[in-house]
């Protein structure tokens, strides 16, 4: 499927253009920092086309985008709870969550796109993001990949945490799938 690879391609590049912002500081944590960012993104997309919705499907839209957004404020915060567990508390900066908001957000909107759209192609890229990093922890696990600290992240509350949230994700890409089908 088109959609699901150009989410993949999207994850990838965005992981990379952010994490090469540390610059050897901190890296070991960019990848969840990046996640972090793509998360806090998404909630303010989902509540921004909470907003925006209308016409015929309009209030229906509306809770959508609701239920989807709410959702989301507990895995920010799980996150970002995380992340600071792990030591990685520099990488929860205010400037660089910013960053890593915007480079998303540039990432999977686009002028004209109907906000259905948006939101799905949003949602599949968190998804493809987290699989990625999902990835590089079992690599790391194997011994397959060597690098910095990592093997700290290698926890099992952190991946239930990810696989949590991409439970919950794989919900929202159904949601949102039938709403544009039924368009």
């Known amino acids: 499927m088109a959609f699901t690879e150009h989410a ?9 253009q952010e994490v090469a912002i540390f610059d050897g500081q901190k890296e070991e944590y960019a990848d969840l920092a990046v996640f972090l960012g793509a998360l806090r993104s998404l909630y303010m997309i989902h509540q921004t086309h909470h907003w925006q919705s209308q016409g015929k499907e309009f209030y229906g839209d509306h809770l959508l985008f609701q239920r989807l957004y709410e959702a989301i404020v507990p895995e920010i915060d799980a996150v970002a709870e995380k992340l600071i567990g792990l030591g990685g508390i520099a990488t929860t900066n205010y400037f660089a969550q910013v960053h890593h908001m915007e480079a998303f957000q540039k990432a999977v909107t ?74």
């Open 8 to 16: 993949e391609t999207l994850a990838g590049k965005i992981l990379m």
């Open 110 to 183: 686009g002028k004209d796109q109907p906000i259905i759209e948006v939101s799905l192609l949003a949602e599949a890229t968190l998804m493809a993001m987290a699989r990625l990093i999902l990835l590089r922890l079992s690599e790391l696990n194997t011994g397959a990949v060597t690098f910095g600290g990592l093997r700290s992240l290698l926890t099992p509350g952190l991946e239930n945490m990810i696989q949590g949230i991409l439970d919950l994700h794989e919900s929202h890409l159904y949601l949102l799938g039938q709403r544009l089908a039924s368009h």
